[in-house]
């Protein structure tokens, strides 16, 4: 969670809190059971809103039937995981699956050898996944490079951290995995700190498939963009990518960047959280 | 400051004023059935507030409506810039400007040796690092445009029928009617086999951005970023990367130019014949 976002919840909160303790001032009999009924509704909804708003959201405007037109001659559909533009009676569907690749451009903990192994096999393994699609697709990588100085510090913090985890563990006696697990993440930080002081640039990378189905209808297109997106699943499950589909103002955001990239790095992180 | 931040602090600000009433304005004054209206509203604000960290640019439209098929924008989402290499759209009272770069890579891994493949999936992670702006770096796999084949095809048809027809209506000998159904069948089996399965392109580029006051001073800027990240990729990969303009650009932006119209009807059009069969 981002401070932006921390400083708007706990505003939110604040006001709830304020709702609870003006219950009094709406009387004792009915009026103050609905306050109590509508405190409790806005407090989930707000933390709801907070860890799952992309569900959240996409469940409301798939109840109320709400499309949203993000442009001229373009839809989005009511379960939010669609683009749906028509052109003399075609539809076009396009749908987005995050990707993140981050065994072959992060490595984090994996022996050096088993590292290559992997940069070997990716070229061939893209290869294959390219002849076997039978429809177009996107796979987009969206990169920008990081303060060098400013990731060094973040993880010399977070290393500081876990050494004090570890001497805290140490002193309780803890048991032999939490002390490994711990261990593990030390020298994943530790990794990480040897290879930018070895040269090597920081990156945010957000990456993400999109591809595009069409139809008759307005249905038919969204089932084989179903279809699409389930085999685009399969096929880059042998790349170690954890795909899922982008649903809701992530979708919108992808959308938008087929005409225009977020110009600076706050602008990005802002906009993907939860699903990317 | 951004605009969602603006929506926040006024949605809280009119929120903590409603709830203050409710608290501090005595019963006498404000009616109870009056207060808790005031506290539904305020709690609607309050979660409103709360929504506009992302939600931002739904709440107005959303509220302007009232519909089911919200508008969040009538207008197309970009332009072309006169020069024909730079996408250009409007954000608030800024102009964003998008240049497409065409990576010309050919080469594949089944010609490749071990070596070879570690150092192309390394010169790909150096690729990726290249910049400290946003770059978008694509694959992209589309359907090749067959449409002016397939009607240069639909019309020698249509010119073989009325052939035929011509022939049948003079009585012409049955070797000439022949040779020009022979033709006929010629020139509607070279439709169906074209017709029956796509035929893929892939295209690798990358996308850079840039903002101005001016749409001449966002296009110079995305220019300048985009030559900049050319001579990275020259060096990376030794190809000649060149920027994407005109009609090619489209491709990578309208999904009706990613399986084009004619190429995409000949197989709806196939799909449906071999359902009804």
Same mark, same amino acid.
């Given at each position: 969670m981002d401070e932006t976002k921390l400083v708007f919840l706990l505003f939110s909160l604040i006001i709830v809190l304020f709702g609870f303790l003006a219950l009094?001032?709406? $009387? +004792? $009999?009915i009026l103050y059971y609905i306050g109590v009924l509508l405190l409790l509704i806005t407090t989930l909804f707000i933390l709801a809103m907070n860890w799952i708003d992309a569900k959240l959201f996409s469940a409301i405007t798939s109840i109320l039937g709400i499309t949203f037109q993000?442009? +001229?001659d373009y839809t989005i559909n009511k379960h939010q995981n669609a683009v749906i533009k028509e052109v003399n009676g075609i539809f076009y569907a396009t749908g987005y699956i995050t990707a993140n690749l981050f065994a072959y451009t992060f490595r984090e903990e994996s022996a050096p050898e088993d590292d290559e192994e992997k940069m070997i096999s990716a070229p061939e393994l893209w290869e294959r996944i390219v002849m076997n699609i039978n429809f177009p697709f996107k796979f987009h990588v969206l990169a920008s490079g990081l303060d060098v100085q400013g990731i060094r510090d973040e993880l010399e913090g977070k290393r500081s951290y876990q050494e004090f985890q570890l001497s805290r563990a140490m002193q309780n006696n803890s048991n032999e995995v939490t002390l490994t697990d711990i261990r593990r993440r030390m020298n994943m930080i530790q990794a990480k700190i040897n290879r930018i002081s070895q040269g090597e640039k920081p990156i945010a990378t957000v990456m993400y498939i999109e591809t595009t189905a069409i139809g008759v209808s307005e249905k038919a297109a969204l089932d084989a963009l179903d279809a699409q997106v389930n085999q685009l699943r399969l096929s880059f499950s042998s790349m170690d990518v954890e795909t899922s589909r982008i649903i809701g103002r992530e979708l919108y955001s992808l959308f938008n960047f087929n005409f225009s990239l977020p110009t600076g790095m706050k602008e990005l992180s802002t906009m993907f959280d939860n699903q990317s | 400051m951004a605009s969602y931040v603006g929506m926040f602090v006024g949605l809280i600000l009119a929120s903590a004023v409603l709830m203050g009433i409710v608290m501090f304005v005595p019963s006498l004054l404000l009616p109870s059935y009056i207060k808790i209206i005031l506290f539904f509203i305020s709690l609607v604000l309050d979660a409103m507030a709360f929504t506009s960290r992302y939600y931002s640019y739904l709440i107005g439209p959303l509220l302007k409506h009232r519909?089911?098929?919200?508008?969040?924008? =009538?207008? =197309?989402p970009y332009w072309l810039a006169q020069s024909g290499d730079t996408i250009l759209r409007k954000s608030g009272e800024n102009f964003i400007a998008t240049v497409y770069i065409s990576i010309p890579l050919y080469r594949s891994a089944t010609e490749m040796e071990d070596d070879e493949k570690l150092d192309f999936s390394q010169q790909i992670s150096r690729l990726v690092g290249l910049s400290k702006d946003p770059v978008r770096y694509t694959s992209e796999l589309y359907v090749m445009n067959k449409d002016s084949y397939i009607q240069k095809l639909k019309e020698r048809i249509t010119m073989t029928e009325n052939e035929e027809a011509d022939l049948q209506s003079k009585d012409a000998p049955k070797n000439e009617l022949d040779r020009v159904r022979g033709k006929l069948a010629m020139w509607r089996n070279m439709l169906d086999s074209i017709g029956k399965g796509f035929s893929f392109e892939l295209s690798t580029y990358m996308t850079v951005s840039a903002t101005g006051v001016k749409e001449y001073e966002a296009s110079s800027l995305a220019q300048q970023k985009a030559k900049e990240l050319m001579s990275g990729v020259g060096s990376i990969f030794g190809v000649p990367p060149s920027i994407i303009t005109g009609a090619d650009l489209l491709r990578f932006v309208e999904p009706e130019y990613l399986l084009p119209i004619s190429t995409v009807t000949e197989q709806i059009s196939k799909n449906i014949q071999e359902q009804v069969i």
């Open positions: 009094h001032e709406l $009387g +004792k $009999g993000p442009a +001229k | 519909k089911k098929h919200v508008i969040l924008s =009538n207008e =197309n």
